[in-house]
């Protein structure tokens, strides 16, 4: 059974920090694995997908990357703004399985 | 393009009623949806997979009988809880995939708040 850690649970940085979570899943037959972001009491903003050929994506200030044989997964935010401050989410996938969730990472960018 | 809909966003009942939440996708046919229930300070938990036109495949745990999923299209997919008691108080979250597709789409969310 997939099992998906995030490491660590929470992190406070202070403002244009550049940090990086992760994320380890158990089983490297992954098709997908996806970052979301997710504000309080809202639902899930999809950040990034690395699909299982490739291994990393990047998005303006984010870039992650995917190491299947060691099963693990990065997040890299790079200068960090106050509003990046959220829980961010890693999962593993495919599109018409189920979604793998781990807990989850707080964030707090602090000013 | 893929985007999901859910309705309501936020409602409150007495506990013993039933509530219904409705998943939409907008702008394609979803073959597949997930439905997933969040807990405060948890991650998302896969309730069921429902595929069109069959019944729902529920996880080890969760109450057939009380969480209803009804897939009767490919852009609609309803959960129904049904005599709700306030330990149902949760954050429910659907998803759509597509038949070969490589992603989910995810709806905004429902708060029900058993009272």
């Known amino acids: 059974k997939q099992e998906v850690t995030q490491i660590p649970a929470a992190l406070s940085v202070p403002e244009g920090e550049n940090l990086v979570l992760n994320c380890s899943f158990t089983d490297s037959a992954i098709y997908n694995l996806q970052w979301f972001r997710q504000d309080p009491g809202k639902g899930l903003t999809s950040l990034l997908l690395?699909?299982?050929?490739?291994r990393e994506q990047t998005s303006g200030r984010l870039n992650a990357s995917l190491d299947k044989s060691s099963g693990r997964s990065t997040l890299y935010i790079a200068a960090s703004q106050p509003g990046d401050s959220a829980t961010y989410l890693c999962a593993v996938g495919i599109g018409n399985t189920p979604l793998v969730f781990g807990k989850g990472t707080r964030l707090s960018v602090i000013a | 393009g893929a985007v999901v809909s859910q309705h309501p966003s936020r409602v409150i009942c007495k506990s013993g009623t039933s509530v219904k939440i409705e998943c939409r996708s907008l702008?394609?046919?979803?073959?597949?949806m997930f439905w997933y229930r969040q807990f405060p300070k948890q991650s998302l938990m896969l309730m069921a997979t429902?595929?069109?036109?069959?019944?729902?495949?529920?996880e080890q745990g969760v109450e057939k009988d009380k969480f209803l999923i009804n897939h009767a299209s490919l852009t609609l997919s309803t959960l129904t809880v049904t005599s709700a008691h306030p330990e149902d108080s949760s954050f429910y979250i659907c998803?759509?995939?597509?038949?070969?597709?490589?992603?989910?789409?995810f709806g905004p969310g429902t708060r029900l708040t058993v009272t």
């Open positions: 429902s595929n069109e036109g069959s019944k729902a495949t529920y």
């Open positions: 702008d394609f046919q979803a073959t597949t």
């Open positions: 998803s759509a995939g597509t038949s070969g597709g490589r992603e989910q789409y």
């Open positions: 690395i699909q299982s050929s490739q």
